[in-house]
Nanobody, 115 residues
Framework: VQLQASGGGLVQAGGSLRLACVAS????????MDWYRQAPGKQRELVAT???????SYADSVKGRFTISRDNNKNTGYLQMNNLEPEDTAVYYC??????????WGQGTLVTVSS
């Protein structure tokens, strides 16, 4: 299983980006899809999670600004990021996991938010 994350880039504070995570297999087999991020010098942190039935959860720091979604027919997950802040600067990673299945990580995509 391979996950390809894309959509990162340089954006000014207040701007938006949409990250995508394309899987090499049908992601329906993975109940959970997560987005994590790791800022320089900090630990990787969970940003958002979505399940196959559409349930979502978010870190407090991104609630109301980020939206996670998934399209199982396209084997793709998304993270829509609005009203970006310099503190959102990080490498963003997608992950899929499911009960009784291995966990797979994408390679990361860099998001840089300038003030």
């Amino acid at each position: 299983v391979q996950l390809q994350a894309s959509g990162g880039g340089l954006v000014q504070a207040g701007g938006s980006l949409r990250l995508a995570c394309v899987a090499s297999v049908n992601i329906f087999r993975f109940h959970y899809m997560d987005w994590y991020r790791q800022a320089p010098g900090k630990q990787r942190e969970l940003v958002a999670t979505i399940t196959n039935d559409g349930s979502t959860s978010y870190a407090d720091s991104v609630k109301g600004r980020f939206t996670i979604s998934r399209d199982n027919n396209k084997n793709t997950g998304y993270l829509q990021m609005n009203n970006l802040e310099p503190e959102d600067t990080a490498v963003y990673y997608c992950k899929v996991r499911g009960m009784g299945r291995p966990t797979y990580w994408g390679q990361g995509t860099l998001v840089t938010v300038s003030s």
